[in-house]
C-alpha cells in the first residue's frame, strides 16, 4: 500500500454530537502562544482539516479536535477544533468528548470519584471533572472559559426578506447569535428543522456583515460562529433549541458553547441564579445541565463561569489513510 498520509483518530459521540478525536498524525503545531499554534494550523494545515473531516474519511457534519502539546503549564494537553468548514476556538461537547477518551486510553490516570482534566483551547484554559466510579466514566462536568452577554437587542435586517430581526450577541467560548424562536413562529420541531438551517446561516452572515465587535482580550475573535435559535419552556420543563453553524451544519446536541452562551443571557436578564441548574434539550431530544457562578470581569463585560454536564461514548477507533493514488483522498465537500 502507498500510503501519503495516516491519521489515528478516535471516534465519539456527545449527546448524538460527533466529535472525532486525531491522536496521531496530525501536525506539528508552531508558535511560542497557543493562538499562535492555532493560527499555524488555519493557515499552514487547512489541508489536514480537509482530510479528517471531508469526504471520504468524514462527512459534512463531522466534528474534530486535535490533541496537541499546551502552552500553559497547567493544561494536560493543548486541543485543536475544526468542523467541515473551519476551525473555531471553542467547543462544549468537543471537550466532553476529548476528557473521556484521555481517561479511557490512559493518557491521564483515572482516579475516583472524579478525574480532573485540563486542556488548552484557542479560546484559553478549559476544566473538566469526569465522574469515576467502579473504573467507568459517568457524567462529565465542564467549566468553561468567562461568558457574557456583548450586545443586547440587536436589531439586522436580512438581505433575502428585509424582514428585521432582534437578537443578542452572546460569547459561550465562541460568538453566538441568540434567537428567540418565537420570533419566526417557530416551536424547534423535526418539520421546521429543513426552514431553520439556511435561515441560521442567512443570520449569522447578516450579523458579520452588519454588526462590528472583537472580544475585549482576544481580537482573532470577531465574527459570529453559531445561530442558536432558543425555546423558554413551562416551569420543570428543559429549555430548548436548534444551533447552526458553518456551511449549514447542525448541532445535534444542545451545544456546549451554546448553553454557555444561554447561561450568559439567562444570568444578564436574572432569570437563572448562580449555582442552579436548568435542562438544556438540543434537537435529537438530548439533555446537557448547565449552571454557573459570577465569573471576573472580561473588559467593561460582567461574566459568568457556565458549567455542563454530560455524558460521552467511544463509537470507534480508525486509521485514516490517504493513498497517493486515489484522486478524492484529499477530501471533497458537497454543499447542500
Known sequence: MNAKRMAAVVDTHTSGAPTRIIVGGGPLLKGETFADRW????????????????EPHGHDNMFGALL?????????????????????SMCGHGSIGVSRTLIDLGMIKKKEPYTEVVLEAPA?????????????????????????????DVEITLPSTCQKVKLDIAFGGNYTAMVPADQFGFNIDPDEIKKM???????????NDQITFQHPTNPALNKIIL???????????????????????????ACGTGTS?????????????????????????????????????????DTVIPYIKGRSYI??????????????????????
Not at 493560527?39 to 471531508?54: I, P
Not at 423558554?232 to 448541532?251: F, S
Not at 436574572?270 to 442552579?276: I, N, S, T
Open 227 to 253: 445561530t442558536e435559535f432558543t425555546l423558554d419552556a413551562p416551569q420543570g420543563e428543559p429549555k430548548r433549541n436548534l444551533v447552526t453553524w458553518a456551511a449549514g451544519q447542525l448541532a445535534r446536541s
Open 124 to 152: 484559553g484554559l478549559v476544566k473538566v471533572k469526569v465522574e469515576v466510579k467502579d473504573g467507568v466514566v459517568g457524567d462529565v462536568i465542564l467549566q468553561n472559559v468567562p461568558c457574557f452577554v456583548q450586545q443586547k
Open 315 to 336: 463509537t470507534g477507533f480508525n486509521w485514516l489513510i490517504q493513498q497517493e493514488e486515489d484522486e478524492l483522498a484529499d477530501g471533497f465537500f458537497i454543499k447542500r
Open 68 to 88: 496537541t502539546r499546551p502552552v500553559n503549564p497547567e493544561a494536560h494537553y493543548g486541543i485543536v477544533f475544526m468542523d467541515s468548514d473551519s476551525s473555531v
Open 261 to 301: 452562551a444561554r447561561l450568559a443571557c439567562l444570568a444578564d436578564k436574572r432569570q437563572l441564579a448562580p449555582g442552579v441548574w436548568f435542562d438544556h434539550a438540543g434537537v435529537t431530544g438530548s439533555i446537557f445541565n448547565g449552571s454557573y457562578e459570577p465569573g471576573p470581569k472580561v473588559g467593561e463585560f
Open 197 to 207: 438551517i439556511p435561515l441560521g446561516i442567512e443570520i449569522r452572515d447578516a450579523v
Open 39 to 54: 493560527l499555524d494550523f488555519k493557515e499552514n494545515h487547512d489541508d489536514f482539516r480537509r482530510f479528517v473531516m471531508w
